[in-house]
């Protein structure tokens, strides 16, 4: 599957992974389990495929749909899907060879787009304060 064609279905699995009815906020919905599964999967080729940085652009994207997504539960399970998916980008980037200073940046957005402030957040600040000692 070409690169851009990968992408792209990565984009759809995120927006079906971390689709709800906004009339469901503060339940316990269900969530599409195997969407999250084809992110995670996707994601994984897409760095096994050196393609490092459309694997940080999705991840964003990941964090902010699905940092929402658990937001709005009423327990927030799909977290450990969010984190699977995000770990497999985030434990590759260190040996990415990318700048250290865009690594550090990316860890800050990744922050900043986490509406509840703890998905993945051991994993990026160990990343983050790795990259700022190189910088």
């Given at each position: 599957m070409p690169t851009a064609d990968l992408v792209a279905a990565t984009r759809q699995a995120i927006s079906d992974a971390t689709d709800f009815d906004d009339r469901e906020i503060n339940c316990n919905f269900d969530y599409d389990y195997?969407?999250?599964a084809t992110v995670e999967s996707?994601?994984?080729?897409?760095?096994?495929?050196g393609c490092f940085r459309e694997a940080m652009e999705l991840s964003l994207e990941l964090m902010e749909q699905g940092s929402y997504q658990v937001e709005s539960?009423?327990?927030g399970m799909m977290t450990d899907d969010i984190e699977d998916?995000?770990?497999v980008v985030v434990k590759t980037l260190k040996k990415s060879g990318l700048p250290a200073k865009e690594l550090a940046g990316w860890c800050n957005a990744m922050a900043k787009k986490d509406r509840v402030g703890f998905i993945c957040e051991d994993e990026l600040d160990a990343l983050r304060e790795s990259m700022q000692k190189q910088s």
């Open positions: 195997q969407a999250y996707n994601l994984k080729r897409l760095v096994d495929l539960s009423d327990e998916c995000l770990r």
